[in-house]
Nanobody, 123 residues
């Protein structure tokens, strides 16, 4: 069982930055690929970014490429999402997810989920 706890959400003005973190309570963090998804009110949960088990591969949704950056620290069991140049359309609950094995890009591929952290970007 993997417990994921997100932090770092909040209210920020358009153009600003936030850094989300996800702490995993698990012994072998390095066996999990990690990802961030987001869900805006009334919409489906969408892929944002993912990173392979040792950080060699990273993937991003087109909507966040060049603005967001995913990273991980296997020694600290954490994965982070640096979000720059935030836009109002980035407003959503952001979820951390873990997948056993190869990195995935879909909701259905994830094995574990955090409870989410709210990011609100004002105009």
């Amino acid at each position: 069982q993997v417990h994921l706890a997100e932090s770092g959400g909040g209210l920020v003005q358009a153009g600003g930055s936030l850094r989300l973190s996800c702490k995993a309570s698990v012994r072998a963090f390095g066996v999990y690929a990690m990802a961030w998804f987001r869900q805006a009110p009334g919409k489906e949960r969408d892929f944002v970014a993912s990173i392979s088990r040792y950080g060699s591969s990273r993937y991003y949704a087109d909507s966040v490429k060049g603005r967001f950056s995913i990273s991980r620290d296997n020694a600290k069991n954490t994965v982070s999402l640096q979000m720059n140049s935030l836009r109002p359309e980035d407003t959503a609950v952001y979820y951390c997810a873990a997948q056993t094995g190869l990195v995935g890009l879909s909701v259905g591929a994830m094995d574990y989920w955090g409870k989410g952290t709210l990011v609100t970007v004002s105009t």
